[in-house]
């Protein structure tokens, strides 16, 4: 397959793109992550106030 030549304006916003998707990317890992962590941390805050883990439905 033949080579295209690419201009340098193109080159350019080939790499803002690729720039642009690793920034988009990296904020949706750094989301998850928090919100993870966060829920996670709600979790044992819950577990130390109830004291006892039970597989009992909650009350209603």
Same mark, same amino acid.
């Given at each position: 397959?033949?080579?295209?030549?690419?201009?340098?304006?193109? +080159? !350019?916003? /080939?790499? #803002?793109? +690729?720039?642009? /998707?690793? *920034?988009?990317?990296?904020? !949706? #890992?750094l989301k998850f *992550?928090?919100?993870? #962590?966060?829920?996670?941390?709600?979790?044992?805050?819950?577990?130390?106030?109830?004291? *006892? *883990?039970?597989?009992?439905?909650? #009350? +209603?």
């Amino acid at each position: 397959m033949a080579r295209l030549k690419m201009t340098p304006m193109v +080159r !350019i916003a /080939l790499w #803002a793109l +690729r720039l642009y /998707l690793l *920034v988009l990317l990296s904020l !949706i #890992a750094l989301k998850f *992550v928090r919100g993870f #962590a966060e829920r996670k941390k709600e979790g044992e805050s819950t577990q130390a106030a109830v004291g *006892v *883990v039970t597989n009992q439905p909650p #009350a +209603r």
